[in-house]
């Protein structure tokens, strides 16, 4: 299974999920993730990321933005779009509905939170992304659970 998380310019919200998500699931899942935007390409994870995921023993310092890219259709199996902006631009970049078909909201998997989005850190302080974390480990969890079905 190979696993694909996305925001806006992957340096927050979607390097903090691809470390929790490596953390839940056995090393033979693959987890990756991107951003819609190419602006940090190349850089490393917002250090307020970095220092918020360190405080739960779970390094992401090493990863390294990138835009999604086509190839991501046909490498991932599932695609979690952070928010609703990032979840219709990635929906736009689909050719079919099997494409379409991988790419889903992150919180959706959760049951209760149709729709709801995980707000971006990157305006806030070390509390904000916190409250990310918090509620990304919640969503990855809930994703192992659905995986192990």
């Not at 998500?21 to 987890?31: A, Q």
């Not at 390409?41 to 999604?68: C, F, L, M, W, Y």
Request: proline share 4%; glycine share 4%; charged share 35%.
């Amino acid at each position: 299974m190979k696993i694909l998380m996305v925001c806006l310019g992957n340096i927050c919200r979607s390097p903090l999920a691809e470390g929790i998500m490596k953390t839940k699931l056995p090393e033979d899942y693959m987890v990756d993730s991107a951003g819609t935007i190419s602006l940090h390409e190349g850089e490393h994870p917002d250090k307020r990321a970095v220092k918020t995921a360190a405080n739960h023993d779970i390094d992401i310092s090493q990863q390294r933005s990138r835009p999604i890219t086509r190839k991501d259709f046909e490498v991932f199996d599932k695609i979690y779009c952070m928010d609703i902006d990032v979840l219709d631009d990635v929906v736009s970049k689909t050719k079919n509905e099997e494409e379409r078909q991988k790419v889903s909201l992150f919180l959706e998997v959760m049951g209760d939170r149709k729709n709801t989005e995980v707000p971006d850190p990157y305006w806030g302080d070390m509390k904000d992304f916190e409250a990310v974390f918090q509620l990304l480990d919640k969503g990855c969890e809930a994703i192992k659970n659905q995986l192990s079905k």
